[in-house]
């Protein structure tokens, strides 16, 4: 028996210590070191590669097979690659399951082989329910309802699937660790062993990974270096539809999203996400204003929404959902000062309807507008979009990818854009918009209540 060694990691960056510690001297956190007992692997130098000339290496990204699912293909890169290890990261409920069962089955409808679900949250039959909801019925699709590592690799080299899904990673173990599954040290192991595997076989494998209350894949920042491709899946459960986002990718862009609507019957694709950011849409409300945000490389139309009432405790209170606090605060600051608005007794609610979260500075603009409006009642035109920066003297600053933004709004049947005066200038598209280019907020205040009357 090979002997037992003992040390501690860090469960919240996976540092290692040979002595427990009460602050870890990686990240800084207290109190996160656990004992893990771990048996040198036996079987890692078992089976490997062997080396090839660079000359007869030949590029695996010519092999790329498709999901059928072309939100979920793109944000990969244009494919799945074989041999890669995806991890997909979310919180619990977000429709993990549900996707890569998903695409599982297109998979297996557009390419010969077995898929392997390595379910080892849920029993066959819940897996089974599943399926039945989302019409998916394949003698392809084989099941295996297992938390051991060893077992599932077994399986691997057995059947040699087609491709494989871990669900979820923080719920296998390996014999070989002492410690408990979902720790640093089996998140590791058990991924590293995997990736080897799956290299080796040349199975591409997608791991499930569930996110901590603090945003992190638990067991993590370990995880995101070993993988090839790191995916995380987001979206209120509350709403329905769901972003797909490329943190990292070796075979491909980082800048890529996919968006879906979880339905009744699974995740659908979303094509269209302006329209369905604006369907139900007042065009008549104040406090209303719309504006074309940037996703990855995909500008996305959302509806800004403030509300401006009187204080009715001593201190004014300032909510945000979907973009910054701090942010908001800023932007209310710069109008008070200098848009000369009388803000000090009002609380400001703000939303981003449909409940995506806008971090891009090309959202202080409508911010502002969507603020001034409510205060004052007064409506903006329902058929204006506007973006821009704006700064801490009020000047308002241009935003990256302004002409996509242009586009995408007329498309969507905008008539009037207001937008930074110097995007404006470098504009080289025609467009059917009518564009106004403004240079502070005073500019754009008067612009959008003078358009009125
Ligand atoms: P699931 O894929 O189990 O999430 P995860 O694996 O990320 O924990 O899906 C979770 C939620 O999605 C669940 O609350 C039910 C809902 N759902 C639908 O609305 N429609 C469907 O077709 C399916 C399968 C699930
Ligand atoms: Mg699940």
Redesign the pocket.
């Known amino acids: 028996m090979a002997k037992k060694k003992t040390y501690f990691v860090c469960q919240s960056c996976g540092y290692n210590s040979i002595k427990w510690l009460g602050r870890c001297p990686e990240c800084g956190e207290w109190n996160s070191f656990v004992e893990e007992t771990r048996f040198p692997s036996l079987s890692t130098s078992t089976a490997s590669a062997s080396p090839l000339p660079l000359s007869d290496v030949s590029l695996s990204e010519g092999e790329r097979f498709t999901t059928t699912i072309g939100e979920l293909d793109r944000v990969l890169g244009g494919g799945v690659v074989p041999g890669s290890v995806v991890l997909i990261g979310?919180d619990?409920?977000?429709?993990?399951?549900?996707l890569l069962l998903q695409a599982m089955s297109g998979i297996l409808k557009a390419a010969e082989g077995e898929g392997l679900y390595v379910s080892a949250e849920e029993s066959q039959s819940q897996v089974k329910l599943?399926a039945q909801?989302?019409g998916i019925d394949s003698e392809h699709i084989l099941i295996l309802s297992e938390t051991s590592l060893e077992a599932i690799l077994n399986h691997m080299e057995n059947i040699k699937p087609r491709l494989v899904v871990i669900d979820s990673i923080q719920t296998i173990y390996s014999e070989e660790l002492a410690s408990a599954p979902g720790t640093v040290g089996q998140v590791r192991e058990c991924s590293a062993r995997l990736m080897q595997k799956a290299k080796i076989l040349n199975i591409p494998t997608f791991i499930i990974g569930h996110v901590t209350k603090e945003g992190a894949l638990a067991g993590p920042r370990v995880l995101e270096h070993i993988v090839d491709t790191v995916l995380y899946f987001e979206g209120e459960r509350t709403m329905s539809f769901r972003i797909l986002r490329a943190v990292k990718n070796r075979f491909g862009s980082t800048n890529e999203i996919g968006i879906f609507e979880?339905?009744?019957?699974?995740l659908m694709e979303i094509d269209n996400p302006s329209e369905m950011f604006l369907r139900e849409r007042d065009n008549t409300a104040s406090g209303s204003v719309v504006t074309t945000t940037v996703e990855g490389t995909r500008p996305i139309i959302v509806e800004i929404q403030a509300l401006v009432s009187p204080t009715t405790f001593g201190m004014p209170r300032r909510t945000s959902i979907g973009v910054d606090t701090q942010r908001v605060n800023l932007l209310i600051a710069v109008l008070e000062k200098i848009g000369g608005l009388q803000l000090g007794l009002s609380d400001i609610y703000l939303n981003v309807v449909g409940g995506l979260r806008i971090v891009e500075p090309a959202v202080d603009l409508p911010v502002i507008l969507s603020i001034a409006s409510s205060l004052r009642e007064v409506p903006v035109e329902h058929d204006i979009v506007t973006f821009g920066e704006v700064g801490l003297s009020g000047e308002i600053r241009p935003v990256s990818q302004a002409e996509a933004r242009l586009k995408e709004a007329e498309k969507i049947g905008f008539k009037a854009a207001i937008i930074p005066e110097a995007n404006r200038q470098r504009m080289k598209i025609n467009t059917s918009l009518k564009i106004i280019g403004v240079t502070n907020i005073h500019e754009a205040l008067e612009v959008i209540f003078s358009l009125k009357s």
């Open positions: 979310g619990p409920g977000v429709g993990k399951s549900t599943r909801r989302l979880m339905t009744d019957t699974g």
